[in-house]
């Protein structure tokens, strides 16, 4: 079974710039979660989507949004980007019934020039 | 107050030593409880899941107590290969939220 992939798995933009970022879950999956790592950091909520609908959002400004696709892929984007929000940014996805494991995919590395 | 909030460590052990540590969470209604261990500049990979007072996977053992509101995670007889951060979760009914993580070194 495969696992929830992302892509791409390192990114390079510029200030200013605009970033999108893709999640695939696993199948039967249809809840995914973003977070934001910087480097030496924690994981940091993003957002959190399930059913196609956003269904909490972190402490993040409003250049940060994403949406979720028909088939529970997820798309996360970035608007403005800024030099601190070089970091990893990892998916994972859970069952309908959020209230068990989630499983990440590998990351996504954006690094701002 | 944090969420949910590690001793960040480092916990630095010879191999086959015991570790344990905790984790506390702050939201009295979370519902489920994850251990998940990082390696540098990895993914998180779930270790175990913790839904009523504790569980057991090996040398792992994650025991809770709700009514302290904290979490433990024990590491029997240490491998160099148990170096990593481990990272406490909470299901708090809206989100999984994460703690800062707990390094240990196992040194030979």
């Known amino acids: 079974e495969a696992g929830v992939t992302q892509s791409p798995t390192h990114l390079i933009k510029t200030r200013g710039q605009q970033a999108t970022l893709r999640c695939s879950p696993i199948?039967?999956?249809?809840?995914v979660y973003w977070y934001q790592q910087a480097l030496g950091l924690g994981l940091q909520f993003l957002l959190w989507y399930d059913e196609g609908e956003e269904r909490n959002r972190g402490n993040f400004p409003p250049r940060f949004s994403g949406r979720q696709f028909p088939n529970y892929s997820s798309e996360l984007n970035v608007n403005a980007l800024e030099l601190e929000d070089s970091a990893l940014y990892l998916c994972?996805?859970?069952?309908?019934?959020?209230?068990?494991?989630?499983?990440f995919g590998q990351g996504t590395r954006l690094t701002v020039v | 107050r944090k969420e949910v909030e590690q001793d960040p460590g480092p916990f630095n052990v010879p191999e086959g030593a015991t570790v344990a540590f905790n984790c506390t969470y702050s939201n009295s209604a979370s519902q489920s409880f994850f251990w998940y261990r990082q390696d540098c500049r990895k993914e998180p990979k779930l270790l175990m899941s913790?839904?009523?007072s504790g569980n057991e996977d090996g040398r792992f053992t994650a025991q809770l107590n709700r009514a302290s509101q904290y979490i433990s995670l024990l590491i029997r007889d240490s491998k160099l290969s148990d170096s990593a951060t481990y990272l406490c979760?909470?299901?708090?009914?809206?989100?999984?939220?994460f703690g800062a993580g707990t390094t240990v070194t196992v040194r030979a």
């Open positions: 994972a996805s859970s069952p309908r019934t959020a209230n068990t494991e989630a499983f």
């Open positions: 979760v909470a299901y708090l009914g809206y989100k999984l939220s």
């Open positions: 199948s039967g999956h249809t809840s």
């Open positions: 913790v839904y009523s």
